[in-house]
């Protein structure tokens, strides 16, 4: 299905009408063979509860107003304004007629026999009591649909007349048919009338098996959705095996040995594990303590293999030792198996393509052998790295009012042989983006410190730049950084100059809601004190994106569409001090179950909220 399709079946499900009996919940309603959904089970509870949350309440601060409404008019002008004056609709009349669930669905539809067709995709809204108020927007919208001179036609569908909307794709020879109906309060689209009609039988009380009856979801539900006011669930095993058989029949129709495929889609399923991946599910639940999320992987304990093999962590303590200062910005260790991992990689590999494991086998050989003849990478670089991964980031620089643009990071490598290691390491910087392949070295305090000259990425506009990894072994690490300074000091003395992280108030309380900090992975974020960076930068630098991107910790996409194409002013933010009280902390860990592998992050409720 094309993005225009997909907007309109959106678009269609804002605008429809509602009922008065109770609509089912999402798996008491989705076919049996749904391969996944989006829901929001209460419109009106979530936000409720979304409102209770710190961030709920900062967005409505009076100190956000200005940028609240800049924002708001910013979107405006960008999407909402064109499609207003093309449709001659004000879509902000339909906003209050949002009540109940609402769900996005993805089923087989007729792909799963023809891979020329496209899935299906089931949108539903439920109006509540706003029943009348909803059919009379549906009806303004089919005439402003026919008034545009589009297509439109009546089909009945089991007791239900739906509008048909036929969209003719400019890349496709075949119109699309979107198909819009009510069934009491609940809207329902859907380019499927296959769909449309199991959930109507459904809705009228038919035995249509529905997801409540999958083995798949049931367990998946009982574990994650009991609560949640949003969450999402991924058949992901019907869906690779699904997408195998489509890899399969394109080779098929290839028909030549010279058009294969040097890295097989299904080998690479095999081989990664991801043939033993049942289910995905992610959901947020917030609550009087805290707002919580989880992200699982469906694989049983006794399938886990490639991925799934290194990313099942051993019970092992990952909480932060005590040198681990308590004002750090980030913290994060992994307790990994450096060996295990290495020789899960290179299965994967062999099981992908033995072809290109040898390539890569050969690479590894011939790493440190002009330096050292003897230097063989396995052994003494993977050989001598444990099962201890620890890295932590200082505040920047600077007075709280002129910080840096970056804290001091460190990392530690764990090794009952850490001379060694640190040997390795200097022997392996062919593997590393270097200016070149010297390591300078020198003494400090009876240890051998490593320095490398690295290339930075280059950015649009510039030439990139550099700046130098610097190394040493010290007790049962190696200890790494990009400051010499940073280094230098834990060299000296590790111990941190206040309190320990460990002893953070509030830390062990929270992490006992991701799984407790002895899972094999653990990690902390301040988020105070980061939030507080990178307002600043947002506020200087509001003419562009740059700041927002760190915010969210990713790049933000342009999005293209007609409208004002004005840049959102970030200086209009409040000073982080007006805002201080909605930011506190947040932790995040795995853990590993006989079901599946979960990633839980839990931010608590700022104490200046409770």
């Known amino acids: 299905m094309n993005m225009k ?69 910013r979107l405006s002008s960008r999407f909402v304004k064109p499609f207003e004056t093309k449709w001659d609709v004000e879509l902000g009349e339909y906003l209050d007629l949002l009540q109940g669930q609402i769900t996005l669905a993805l089923t087989p539809n007729e792909w799963a026999d023809d891979p020329k067709r496209t899935p299906g995709l089931v949108f539903l809204l439920d109006a509540g009591k706003q029943q009348d108020e909803l059919g009379a927007k549906l009806d303004e919208f089919r005439q402003r649909w026919v008034e545009a001179d589009h297509s439109v036609k009546k089909t009945r569908i089991r007791d239900v007349t739906f509008t048909t909307l036929i969209i003719e794709p400019e890349d496709k020879k075949e119109p699309l048919n979107i198909f819009m109906g009510q069934s009491g309060s609940l809207l329902l689209v859907s380019n499927s009338k296959s769909d449309l009609e199991k959930l109507l039988i459904t809705l009228d009380g038919g035995m249509v098996p529905t997801l409540d009856e999958s083995s798949e979801y049931q367990d998946d539900h009982a574990n994650l959705f009991q609560d949640a006011p949003f ?18 029949a394109s080779n098929q129709n290839s028909g030549s040995q010279k058009n294969a495929n040097p890295f097989p889609i299904d080998k690479a399923i095999q081989a990664t594990g ?19 999320g989880r992200f699982f992987l469906g694989v049983p304990s006794d399938q886990r293999r490639g991925l799934f093999k290194i990313l099942s962590l051993p019970q092992k303590e990952a909480g932060p030792p005590a040198f681990v200062p308590d004002d750090v ?26 072809q290109i494991a040898g390539v890569f086998k050969l690479m590894v050989k011939s790493v440190g052998k002009k330096a050292d003849a003897n230097f063989d990478l396995e052994t003494d670089l993977i050989g001598n790295m444990g099962d201890d991964f620890i890295s932590f980031e200082k505040p920047p620089e600077g007075s709280a009012d002129e910080p840096s643009e970056k804290g001091d990071s460190l990392t530690l490598i764990g090794s009952a042989n850490p001379e060694r290691l640190a040997r390795a390491l200097k022997l392996s910087a062919g593997l590393l983006p270097s200016k070149s392949n010297k390591v300078n070295e020198r003494e400090f305090l009876g240890r051998t410190i490593y320095s490398l000259a690295l290339k930075t990425p280059r950015r649009k506009g510039s030439q990139g730049g550099s700046t130098s990894l610097h190394f040493a072994a010290s007790a049962s690490y190696v200890a790494l950084s990009t400051d010499p300074a940073t280094l230098e000091a834990y060299l000296r003395d590790p111990s941190p100059q206040g309190q320990s992280l460990r002893s953070l108030p509030g830390l062990d309380r929270a992490a006992e809601k991701v799984g407790g900090m002895s899972q094999g992975f653990f990690g902390y974020e301040n988020s105070k004190a980061s939030t507080k960076h990178y307002l600043k930068l947002l506020r200087e630098d509001g003419s562009n994106l740059r700041g927002l991107a760190m915010l ?11 409208g004002d194409h004005k840049p959102i002013d970030f200086s209009l933010l409040p000073p982080f001090e007006k805002v201080a009280k909605y930011f506190h902390f947040s932790v995040y860990a795995t853990e590993s179950r006989p079901e599946g592998i979960y990633f839980n992050l839990f931010s608590p409720k700022p104490p200046a909220l409770q």
Do not use: C
């Open 5 to 73: 399709a997909f907007i309109w079946i959106g678009l269609a499900a804002i605008i429809a009408p509602a009922h008065a009996f109770a609509v089912p919940a999402p798996k008491d309603l989705l076919p049996k063979d749904t391969l996944g959904f989006i829901t929001i089970p209460d419109v009106s509870t979530a936000k409720a509860r979304f409102a209770e949350t710190a961030m709920g309440q900062l967005w409505q601060d009076p100190a956000m107003k200005p940028f609240r409404k800049h924002l708001q008019e």
């Open 329 to 354: 910005l980030k913290y994060s260790r992994w307790r990994i198996d450096t060996q295990e991992t290495w020789d899960a990689i290179e299965d994967m590999l062999t099981g992908i393509s033995p």
């Open 274 to 292: 991801l043939s033993s991946l049942s289910t995905v599910a992610i959901t947020t639940t917030p609550s009087n303590e805290g707002t919580m």
């Open 552 to 562: 969210s910790g990713a790049l933000l996409p342009r999005i293209p569409g007609k």
């Open 231 to 248: 969450y999402g669930w991924l058949n992901f095993g019907r869906l690779s095996r699904r997408l195998q058989k489509l890899n399969e």
